[in-house]
Every structure is written in C-alpha cells, then in structure tokens.
C-alpha cells in the first residue's frame, strides 16, 4: 500500500504537489490523468522516494519512504516515459539483472526473476539480445522487466503509451491487464483515457497540483466533464463506446 499524506512539493515559487493525502491498496489499477503541468509526475516520484515532499510524508506498506528508501524502491517500481532513459546494460538479459543483482540476491535466483519477467512481457528467450536494436515498444517491455524483476508490489508507469505503435501499445496494454490479473498494483500517468480505462478500478485526476476527482471510471468521466481540462475526443467505456462526453465540448485528446 502507498499512502501519501498531506503532500506538498515545491520547484521553487512553484507549488507542483499541493497537499496531497492518497491511499493505493494493494493490487489497484489506478490511472492519474491531469492537463499538462498539474503535478502527476511530481507526485508519483514521491511515491518511492524518487523526490522528497517539502511537506508531508510518503509511506509505503507502513513505513515512511524517508526511513527506508531501498524497501519502498523494491515495493514501488517506476518506469519512466522514455524507457531508453531506464536501460542501463548492453543486453537484454543483463538490463534486467541489474535491479535483482543490487539487492544481493544469489545468482540462481537472479536467473529465476530475470526468466519470469522476461516472459511476463513475452520477451523471453531473448536475454542475449542487444538493448540498442529495440523496437520503442520492445524497449518498454525490457523497462517492465526490469522492475518486474525486483518483484514490486506496485508498478508505476509514467505516460507509457507516447511513441508507441498500435501493436506495441496493444502488447504493453496486454502486459498490464495480466500482471493486474496476478494481483500486481499498477499506477498509469497518463494523458489519454482512452488506453487503460477499460482495465482502471480507479480514476484520479488532478489540477494545478490537487487531487480533483477520485472515483470509480464512470463516475470520474462525468466529473471530468465538469472540469476544464481537456478530454478525450471519443472514449470507450465499457463496452457500449458510449463516454457520455459531448465531442463538440471535447476539445482535444490531450490533458
Ligand atoms: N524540475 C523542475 N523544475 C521546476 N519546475 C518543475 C520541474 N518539474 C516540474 N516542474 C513544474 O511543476 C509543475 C508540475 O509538473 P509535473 O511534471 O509534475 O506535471 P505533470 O502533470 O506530470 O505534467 P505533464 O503532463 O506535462 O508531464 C509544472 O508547473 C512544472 O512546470
């Protein structure tokens, strides 16, 4: 469980996290969406001590993340928005070894992790292949691995979806679903609903650093409507399509 209580991070004169209080359960599919700037990635940089909060307190299964950063890392793996910032070794199968060998971990059980990750993102078989000749979408699955492999309770991904083919979207999207089925936590930053809705429990969205809606998916499209920030042009909710947006008043896809 993540839980953030009275969160407040500052850039300056810039208040980027304005007295956040948030709970995570284990094994929720939450998706974060906001317009641009109103403080998503601030706030989960927080969630495992990435950043530090000016105000408040991050806790992660219980214990502040300021008293023991290496078990919230290990609880709460990140994966950035471009994941060729994330990939540290030459091949595929050393990149994902990386986080399980600085745990200390036996090499037997290195192996063994770096197997089940790499098939939890169909890449197994695959550990001697370079890094460098990835397809974008290849690439974020070797991301997903690699914090796989240090078996998070939580997976945070931050706009995983920009400059992703269809397939490779469809494959990281698949990824998501069936790690979420096994019970893995799965946080998604993102600006277009349209890509996980389908598989959130959870809908928040925040503005100018505050948390503005927290609800259900269905309830939270409505909320949205309300709101001035920008919505999708066309949503799919549940299976019917219907968003209950109005597209004319839909401006854009971007948040
Ligand atoms: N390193 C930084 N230095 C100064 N200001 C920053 C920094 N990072 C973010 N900010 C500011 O903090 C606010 C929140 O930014 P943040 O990146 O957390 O928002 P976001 O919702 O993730 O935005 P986006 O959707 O554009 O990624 C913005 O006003 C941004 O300009």
Request: charged content about 25%; glycine content about 10%; aromatic content about 4%.
């Amino acid at each position: 469980m993540i839980e953030t209580r009275e969160l407040t991070h500052r850039y300056g004169d810039t208040v980027a996290v304005d007295d956040v209080s948030l709970t995570v359960p284990d094994g929720e599919f939450l998706v974060l969406v906001g317009a641009n700037g109103s403080g998503k990635t601030t706030l989960v940089r927080q969630f495992n001590g990435l950043l530090d909060p000016d105000e408040g307190e991050v806790l992660v299964n219980g214990t502040p993340v300021s008293e023991n950063l290496v078990a919230a890392r290990t609880a709460v793996g990140m994966v950035f928005q471009d994941p060729r910032d994330q990939l540290v070794a030459s091949t595929i199968g050393g990149d994902v070894a990386f986080g399980p060998e600085n745990l200390g971990l036996s090499r037997e059980e290195i192996d063994r992790r770096v197997s089940e990750a790499l098939a939890a993102v169909n890449l197994d078989g695959r550990e001697d292949e370079s890094v460098h000749e990835l397809s974008g979408g290849e690439r974020e699955r070797v991301a997903i691995a690699g914090v796989l492999a240090m078996d998070p309770d939580h997976l945070v991904l931050d706009e995983p979806f920009t400059g992703l083919d269809e397939p490779a979207r469809r494959s990281v999207l698949g990824r998501l679903r069936a790690l979420h089925a096994e019970g893995t936590g799965i946080v998604v930053v993102t600006h277009d609903l349209r890509d996980v809705l389908g598989l959130a429990d959870r809908v928040v969205a925040m503005a100018d650093g505050r948390v503005v809606v927290d609800s259900d998916p269905e309830t939270a499209l409505a909320e949205l409507g309300g709101l001035n920030v920008r919505v999708p042009d066309t949503v799919a909710v549940g299976d019917d399509g219907d968003s209950g947006f109005d597209s004319q008043t839909a401006r854009t896809d971007r948040y």
